[in-house]
Each structure stands twice: as structure tokens, then as C-alpha cells.
Nanobody, 123 residues
């Protein structure tokens, strides 16, 4: 079993930066892929970025060049560095983990989820 806890959300002005953290418990965490998803009010939960066990990354087109995902397997942590934030980045951000080693971009492929951390970007 894996438990995930996000932190680092908040209110920031457009153009600013935030760093989200995801703390994981459970010995299977480091063997699988992890990802960040987000969900804005009235919208579907969407893939933001993912990282494989070995550090290969995948990004949604909307965040490429602005967001960076990373992981520290020794600390059971996953991070999302978000720069040049836009109002359309406003959402509840979720950390997710899967047993498989390959990053997937659909939410149904993930086995474990955190409770989410709110990111609000003002214009």
C-alpha cells in the first residue's frame, strides 16, 4: 500500500513560481512511476507531468518549458517545480503513483492518489 501527501500549494501572482512536494509512504513507491494531475472546477482531471522510476519524464504540452517534475527515491519524494505560472494553471493538484514502471497520461492507470493541494494564480 502507498500513501501520498501533497504540500506546497498556495496563492501566487501570474509569472510567479511554486514548488509542490509529494511525500510517499510504502516500499513499492520507488519501484513505479509517479505523476502530477490537476483538476479545475467543472473540468476533468488532467495529466500534468510524470516521471518513471529511473527519471524519464513526460509533460503535458500546456506546461512544457515551465514545469519540471523530479523524484528522490531515497526520500520517497516527488516534486513539481512550476515557473511562469498562468491563471489557467489554477487547479487542485494531485500526486499519483502507479505500480507499473512506465509513465501513463490517463488517470485510470494510477493506483494511488493524494488528497490534493490547491494552486491559485491571480492575474
Amino acid at each position: 500500500q502507498v500513501q501520498l501527501a501533497e504540500s506546497g500549494g498556495g496563492l501566487v501572482q501570474a509569472g510567479g513560481s511554486l514548488r509542490l512536494s509529494c511525500a510517499a509512504s510504502g516500499r513499492t513507491f520507488s519501484s513505479g512511476a509517479s505523476a502530477w494531475f490537476r483538476q479545475a472546477p467543472g473540468k476533468e482531471r488532467e495529466f500534468v507531468a510524470g516521471v518513471s522510476r529511473r527519471g524519464s519524464t513526460v509533460y503535458a504540452d500546456s506546461v512544457k518549458g515551465r514545469f519540471t517534475i523530479s523524484r528522490d527515491n531515497a526520500k520517497n519524494m516527488v516534486y513539481l517545480q512550476m515557473n511562469s505560472l498562468k491563471p489557467e494553471d489554477t487547479a487542485l493538484y494531485y500526486c499519483a503513483a502507479r505500480i507499473g514502471i512506465v509513465v501513463r497520461t490517463t488517470k485510470d492507470e494510477y493506483d494511488y492518489w493524494g488528497q490534493g493541494t490547491q494552486v491559485t494564480v491571480s492575474s
